[in-house]
């Protein structure tokens, strides 16, 4: 089964508009942390938010914010007043954590997002 | 400061090559990490370093790959013999397990092409 799913290839958002990015994941580990990364055209990889299994809140971080469902498995990335800047790849990320010193991120396979103006 | 540098950004090379691609990770990271990234896979991780030593290759798709960390600022990873299979975009990257969020600074990556 693969751990992280992204289930949207491709989205078309206008500007402006708020936008959510699925993510659902997989895991027997009760700790755990899961991450969203931009990717530009331009290809680099750029860390955007963070959110921790026993994180009682959702985590934000300016225009990005992390919508965590622990019981259905699902972080899904919402980014308000998007700006064209904004498109781009994302890619949602998670660590297990049960064995001590494991920090590998498994990756899902991205959603390309465009934004119209 | 300084992220994780990677060189060179672009690589075009016969295949049977050697090629070597390097990585200085951010200065006072103590975990360093190796993708790969093609359309068709994805992004993959190929091996990581925890102090200079590698704690998990099995990433690695096979013996032509090699990786190794001599110092804590520089990393390299190694295709020899290359193949035109081996053409993706590598990334390194590095963090430090210090912080809460241990979140993975990435470099540029490096455009590798065998013909």
């Known amino acids: 089964a693969q751990k992280i799913t992204q289930t949207q290839p491709g989205m078309f958002v206008q500007e402006k508009e708020a936008v959510t990015l699925d993510c659902t994941y997989d895991?027997?580990?009760?700790?755990?942390?899961l991450f969203w990364y931009k990717q530009p055209s331009s290809g680099e990889m750029i860390f955007l938010i963070y959110q921790g299994s026993y994180d009682e809140q959702n985590a934000t971080e300016g225009r990005y914010s992390l919508n965590f469902q622990k019981a259905r498995k699902s972080a899904n990335l919402v980014i308000s007043a998007s700006q064209l800047g904004d498109s781009a790849m994302y890619f949602c990320a998670m660590r297990e954590t049960a064995n001590f010193g494991n920090e590998k991120l498994t990756f899902g396979t991205g959603t390309r997002l465009t934004i119209i103006p | 400061d300084a992220g994780v540098i990677q060189s060179p950004r672009h690589e075009v090379t016969e295949m049977g090559q050697e090629v070597t691609l390097r990585c200085k990770p951010i200065s006072g990271h103590d975990y360093l990490f190796w993708y790969r990234q093609t359309m068709m896979r994805g992004l993959e991780l190929l091996i990581y370093?925890?102090?200079?030593?590698?704690?998990?290759d099995s990433g690695m798709p096979e013996d032509r790959f090699s990786a190794k960390m001599p110092n804590a600022s520089f990393s390299t990873l190694k295709i020899q013999p290359s193949e035109p299979r081996d053409s993706a975009v590598y990334f390194c990257?590095?963090?430090?397990?210090?912080?809460?969020?241990?979140?993975?600074?990435f470099g540029d990556g490096t455009r590798l092409s065998i013909l």
């Open positions: 895991t027997s580990d009760q700790s755990y942390g």
């Open positions: 370093f925890n102090n200079n030593v590698p704690i998990d």
């Open positions: 990257a590095s963090s430090f397990a210090g912080l809460v969020i241990k979140s993975q600074h």
